[in-house]
């Protein structure tokens, strides 16, 4: 019944705000100059009262461009007579189509387009408008179109006579204004059509402006025109630096969050990505499977996919080890892989992939499971090789790597070598010149990245601090815009980086809290602006994914906070691969210390936070999340503070029990998962991580010598098998 309502303003509503012009024009800061220049029409859609009109009028005014309105300008001069006697006419079954014909005899070009709220129900219609400029949904909340349509005593609502509310008939039209948007601006509540066309030219001068788009090197290489999927599938830029956005970090205002408190994951994510991600590369409906693939019950053991709760008075924990291989990486892990082959099969010239990947442990098996997963749904040929140090990660988490190896993807432990000399090897094999043009010549072969270092695994990692925030919102403990602090358990500096990222955004933290373990590198440097490993050796802990010296991110944060100063950082990371060292301005320094703050934690304190916390309150933590819980309870203030945790406990189950004076002697790694649920309950057991763990064949071992020449022979011998 519902699928034939609808409802159109035959008496449609003509608002009259009072626009207070003086204060837009000065209170402007947009470059109009570009979205001016555009030929393309400027489309807006949405809901019955969302204001298309009035902001369609502002917008006409602020561009120079007529404004045309669907309604006057071309149904009642197209039909000879009023909307409402068309209506009347072909009654509301009929009048979508009619509508829709009348719509595919529309033409314009460069001018503002106000669409009437049923038009996206006709699909060829809505077509061949959509085809003639960029589409902007107001979406705007649904309790302020019905306020608006009470105040304005509309009661001419086609379809709503069986018994369907306004609200179900809102809902209802919802879907076909997700199914056309290129841009969707999320209006606050209440608020004016004047603000409201300053968030649409905002949207679309971001995105329009050549010198605001794009993406450079931290080191200064100009990365041209290219964009996002150039850079998802590059991974590194060619001088060595990581790539960052050209353009200003985008943000959401309060208002906008607070439209997003009552949201789930998927919804919460599909909003924060799409700030991010130019719709003419992506669009926001690919973009929405992708999500939606990424974050489900098949994927994720819990239904809020990164789950807070309370652990203990105002500390809380965010649980990000749900999915398929229980540690954190699998957020980035279950989208990335998808946009890349988006971007892969979107090539011009289509050529075979290789994702080359250290790990300290956990990303391998993320890397593994999401390439895994969606690489064979694609024509594009991908392949995957990860280099682990054979000794530096736990058996468990090796067993689960290994389980993955197969197919087009390859586990090869390193021996002898720690994490960095992974890292940094690989980084060296991606500004190979001379191997890349032998594999592209012999194998129409290109490297790439999935690491933090990789932009593309970032961003989807701003999504699980934005809705950490959005949670806290949702259960009372904070009201909108109260500061909270995060503390993290920080090795290659992208779980933080993404919530500096968050906080750019909007999200209003306090202070962000790395927390490191033994391995204290960066809390050194943010104690005293100096970076220094010259007379450092990597140690092992029991929380070995942040054992760490070299801390890739860290370069992108240095780059913003001073300025995107380019010369600046190429100085200090060259300075740093020679020297061992390099400090930070005093002003840099400041910066840095507004937002960041750090500490560590000794072996002997995580242990005894994970005994303390299961006694205290019947929660397991992992070795991480106890270095993040250590470092956090000395610096609770008044304010809440989230602590990542970032792992499974399961994951590393033999140290668990050997910290409890458990022996793991003999047993499998699945039946020291199981002696772990033994201690507490809390968290649950993993089911994903049990099931990989069961199907582990260690004849698929292999390892290789720690030099460069024997990683490169390795991934020839790779590439000539699988190519
Ligand atoms: C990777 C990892 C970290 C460190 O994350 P970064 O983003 O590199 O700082 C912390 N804990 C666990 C369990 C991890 O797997």
């Not at 060829?124 to 349509?149: N, P, Q, S, Y």
């Not at 736990?394 to 067993?399: A, E, K, N, P």
Request: glycine content about 6%.
């Amino acid at each position: 019944m519902l699928k034939r309502t609808y409802f159109h303003f035959g008496l449609r509503a003509r608002y009259c705000f009072k626009l207070n012009y003086k204060r837009w024009i000065s209170g402007s800061k947009i470059n109009l100059q570009n979205v001016t220049r555009s030929k393309e029409n400027i489309i807006l859609m949405g809901s019955p009262g969302c204001g298309k009109t009035t902001v369609g009028r502002i917008l006409s005014t602020k561009l120079g461009k007529p404004v045309l309105d669907i309604d006057d300008d071309h149904l009642e001069p197209y039909w000879g007579m009023p909307v409402s006697d068309k209506l009347s006419e072909v009654g509301s079954d009929g009048f979508v189509n009619a509508e829709g014909e009348a719509l595919l005899a529309f033409n314009a070009e460069n001018s503002v387009i106000s669409l009437t709220g049923s038009n996206p129900m006709h699909s060829d219609g809505m077509a061949h408008i959509a085809k003639t400029g960029t589409v902007v949904f107001l979406d705007i909340h649904m309790e302020d179109i019905i306020e608006r349509l009470e105040r304005m005593k509309v009661n001419r609502i086609v379809g709503q006579n069986d018994g369907t509310s306004m609200s179900e008939i809102l809902k209802y039209r919802q879907q076909f204004y997700e199914r056309w948007y290129d841009a969707r601006v999320i209006c606050e509540r209440n608020e004016d059509p004047t603000s409201v066309a300053e968030k649409v030219l905002n949207k679309l001068s971001s995105l329009e402006s050549s010198d605001s788009q794009g993406y450079v090197s931290t080191r200064g290489l100009d990365l041209g025109d290219k964009q996002f999927n150039d850079v998802l599938l590059k991974g590194l830029a060619d001088d060595g630096g990581l790539i960052v956005p050209r353009r200003n970090i985008p943000k959401l205002s309060l208002g906008q969050l607070s439209r997003m408190v009552n949201m789930s994951y998927t919804e919460r994510a599909l909003r924060v990505l799409e700030q991010w991600i130019n719709w003419r590369e992506l669009r926001p409906q690919d973009l929405k499977k992708c999500i939606d693939n990424a974050y489900n019950s098949k994927t994720f053991s819990n239904p809020d996919i990164c789950p807070v709760f309370s652990l203990d008075g105002n500390q809380f924990i965010q649980e990000l080890f749900h999915g398929p291989t229980a540690s954190f990486k699998d957020i980035a892990l279950q989208l990335m892989p998808q946009l890349f082959v988006k971007a892969a099969e979107s090539e011009l010239h289509p050529t075979n992939y290789l994702i080359l990947v250290a790990t300290s442990g956990d990303t391998g098996g993320a890397v593994l499971d999401g390439f895994t997963r969606y690489a064979d749904s694609t024509k594009v040929n991908i392949n995957v090789i990860i280099l682990y140090p054979s000794d530096g990660i736990s058996s468990i988490q090796r067993d689960q790597m290994i389980a993955y190896h197969g197919g087009n993807a390859r586990v090869i432990g390193v021996q002898g070598a720690d994490f960095d000399f992974c890292q940094t090897n690989v980084k060296k094999i991606f500004s190979d010149k001379n191997l890349a043009e032998e594999l592209l010549r012999t194998h129409n072969l290109k490297f790439s990245a999935a690491n933090s270092i990789s932009f593309g695994r970032l961003i989807p990692q701003v999504v699980y601090h934005v809705t950490s925030y959005l949670d806290l919102v949702r259960d009372k403990v904070i009201s909108m815009g109260d500061e909270i602090d995060l503390c993290v358990p920080t090795g290659n500096f992208g779980n933080i980086l993404a919530a500096y990222y968050a906080k750019e955004m909007g999200i209003p933290y306090k202070r962000l809290i790395c927390a490191s373990n033994s391995n204290n590198i960066l809390s050194e440097f943010l104690q005293t602006g100096c970076y220094d490993i010259s007379s450092r050796r990597l140690s092992k802990t029991v929380s070995p994914a942040i054992d760490i010296l070299v801390s890739s991110n860290l370069e992108r944060l240095l780059y913003h906070l001073s300025g995107e100063d380019h010369s600046m950082i190429r100085d200090a990371f060259t300075k740093l691969q020679h020297d061992g060292n390099f400090d930070v301005s005093p002003v840099v320094f400041e910066r840095l210390k507004e937002s960041f703050h750090a500490d560590w934690c000794s072996e002997e304190d995580c242990y005894r936070t994970i005994k303390e916390t299961l006694s205290n309150t019947g929660y397991l933590m992992d070795p991480h999340t106890s270095v993040g819980k250590t470092v956090a309870d000395r610096m609770m203030s008044d304010r809440p503070m989230i602590i990542a945790s970032t792992a499974h406990p399961g994951k590393f189950a033999e140290d668990i029990l050997n910290i409890f004076g458990r022996s793991s002697n003999g047993m499998t790694p699945p039946e020291m998962v199981m002696a772990l649920q033994e201690l507490g309950p809390r968290p649950s057991e993993q089911e994903s991580l049990m099931n990989t763990l069961e199907k582990n064949t260690m004849g698929n071992r292999r390892v290789c010598d720690s030099n460069y020449d024997s990683l490169v022979s390795e991934i020839k011998s790779v590439t000539d098998r699988t190519l």
